[in-house]
């Protein structure tokens, strides 16, 4: 997954313009599958969801003025 995701942030990189910024969450740090998971290892939690949406509203946040 590591390399996919260095893959995924080099490719936004890349994409992105001032016209059309793109952003590149890394849902990565602090993420525990033991938690953030169900039993499936496949679906989020209701923790892993709201980790998932508090990554998404802090890189949101970041781009505001």
């Known amino acids: 997954i590591d390399d996919?995701?260095?893959?995924?942030?080099?490719?936004?990189e890349r994409k992105t313009t001032p016209q059309s910024p793109i952003h590149f969450v890394d849902h990565r740090p602090?993420?525990?599958?033991?938690?953030?998971?169900?039993?499936?290892?496949?679906?989020p939690s209701n923790a892993g969801m709201q980790k998932l949406a508090d990554n998404f509203l802090a890189a949101f946040e970041a781009t505001q003025p």
Do not use: R
Request: net charge negative.
């Open 4 to 12: 996919f995701a260095g893959q995924l942030q080099s490719l936004v």
């Open 30 to 43: 602090g993420w525990d599958k033991s938690i953030h998971l169900h039993p499936d290892n496949l679906h």
